[in-house]
């Protein structure tokens, strides 16, 4: 039987990146669509950020 507690980690580490990248977008906005974009911001920037860790350990 597999086990699934590793995908279950992965998860919450990207749902906690998502939640300081949108903290961190977030104060940095000034008007209202640059709040929606530091919102859409967080949603991508931990896969970037994953893809560039995985790119770099691969060299």
Known sequence: MASNTGAAAGGGGYFLAMIGSA???WNQ???FWE???ALL???VWPA???YDIFA???T
Do not use: M, R
């Open 23 to 25: 903290v961190w977008f």
């Open 29 to 31: 906005a000034d008007g």
């Open 35 to 37: 709040h929606v974009g």
């Open 41 to 43: 911001q967080a949603l």
């Open 48 to 50: 970037f950020l994953i």
């Open 56 to 58: 770099f350990l691969n």
